[in-house]
């Protein structure tokens, strides 16, 4: 990443959607599938999945904060966020790709972040027992971040109006995927594999430091009180958005005269966009899909 000035990038024209592997996708998270697919987990790297706008970039900041705010701290002003945690499958203009990152990074434990659905994860990370902490978000406020995201950057398709939108999400055709197969994959994922972390952003937003007291614990993490408190201030949605090396400023590829890369970080913003016929069915078409899993969210707290 050195020597690459991503401020200066040309935009690029949208892409089209394909189905790929049983999901949707777009080029730049399939040009490099080969590599991508044997990639070789280390067995302390640890995988950050979500669906796209589900709360990736806060904790990738918090397990970056929890490892290397101390041993590390010209990390946090020197690297931004996507340098220090490759996007695995992720083949960008003018950048080096996730799994060369990936492979190049220095520190110990690798942090690697990916929205892939649970199938796609590289095999290498189950064969290697790696720590994979997962993020899930209600699908209201999840679809909502979705579109003002999409229309701010230009390596997703052309999102259309509101309406449009939603329908695509309730369909799954979106990159990444059908929300509702994202994240029932991993949860089922979670009864069978031991070392997954299944994270809920509502909880974060709720109570951010018992999250992070969890997360250490899983991680197996002795962090003193005093230090995930400070990490809780740092990592606080308000301080992120100011911190240009968390909130994506110099990534060239989003237009935020559009929308912030981080825009609100609330739980509820739905209510100003879904009007009450969509709603209605909304509900209807999620609980068909939601009704033999055990997985339940809070769509407000």
């Not at 879904?274 to 009704?291: C, I, S």
């Amino acid at each position: 990443m050195e020597g690459v000035n991503t401020s200066s990038m040309k935009p690029t024209c949208r892409p089209e959607l394909f189905d790929f592997e049983g999901i949707s996708m777009v080029h730049y998270f399939t040009d490099n599938w080969e590599k991508v697919q044997k990639f070789q987990a280390r067995p302390n790297d640890i995988l950050i999945a979500t669906y796209p706008k589900a709360g990736t970039t806060w904790v990738s900041y918090i397990l970056d904060l929890l490892y290397f705010h101390n041993s590390a701290p010209e990390r946090q002003t020197s690297l931004p966020i996507f340098v220090r945690v490759p996007f695995l499958e992720a083949v960008f203009p003018e950048m080096p790709t996730g799994v060369d990152l990936a492979d190049k990074l220095p520190n110990t434990p690798r942090l690697i972040k990916t929205h892939l659905p649970v199938q796609l994860v590289p095999k290498s990370f189950w064969e290697q027992n790696c720590k994979v902490v997962y993020v899930a978000r209600n699908a209201k406020d999840n679809a909502v971040s979705y579109f003002h995201f999409a229309r701010m950057i230009n390596l997703l398709p052309e999102p259309g109006n509101w309406n449009t939108f939603l329908q695509s999400f309730m369909d799954g055709k979106l990159v990444s995927g059908p929300w509702y197969d994202h994240v029932t994959g991993y949860w089922e994922k979670k009864q069978t594999y031991s070392n997954l972390h299944y994270m809920f952003f509502e909880d974060m937003v709720a109570n951010t430091e018992h999250e992070l007291e969890q997360l250490c614990s899983f991680l197996g993490l002795s962090t003193p009180a005093e230090e995930r408190e400070r990490i809780t201030k740092c990592v606080h949605f308000d301080v992120m958005k100011q911190n240009n090396m968390t909130n994506h400023s110099s990534f060239s590829h989003m237009d935020f005269k559009i929308s912030p890369f981080m825009r609100k970080g609330k739980v509820g913003d739905w209510k100003n966009h879904f009007t009450v016929a969509q709603n209605e069915r909304f509900d209807e078409h999620y609980w068909q899909k939601m009704k033999n899993t055990t997985l339940q969210f809070h769509t407000e707290i």
